[in-house]
């Protein structure tokens, strides 16, 4: 059975900066794409960053320059660096793994705020 496991959300003022993680446990096999989704409630899950297999990244137009997303394949984990957030990006993130199947985290909260 795989689980994905998220960690790193929490409060933080306009400015600071967190770090999301995501680990892949069980037997996922090969990995391709890894991901960081957002969603806010009235709103669809919208793409924050993604990651391939080969480390091409792509980020959604309000976080480019701001989030840095990363991947260490031997731990089948992926990361979302968000410096300098603003009270737009508070949202519940989703990590979002694409192997043989999709697999999707349980969500983790960042709420920005001061």
């Known amino acids: 059975q795989v689980q994905l496991v998220e960690s790193g959300g929490g409060l933080v003022q306009p400015g600071g900066s967190l770090r999301l993680s995501c680990a892949a446990a069980?037997?996922?096999?090969?990995?391709?794409?890894m991901g960081w989704y957002r969603q806010v409630p009235g709103k669809q899950r919208e793409l924050v960053a993604g990651i391939s297999s080969g480390g091409t990244t792509t980020y959604a137009g309000s976080v480019k320059g701001r989030f840095t997303i990363t991947r260490d394949n031997a731990k089948n984990t992926v990361y979302l660096q968000m410096n300098s957030l603003k009270s737009e990006d508070t949202a519940v993130y989703y990590c979002n793994v694409r192997a043989a199947s999709h697999y999707w985290g349980r969500g983790t909260q960042v709420t920005v705020s001061s």
């Open positions: 069980g037997s996922i096999g090969r990995i391709y794409a």
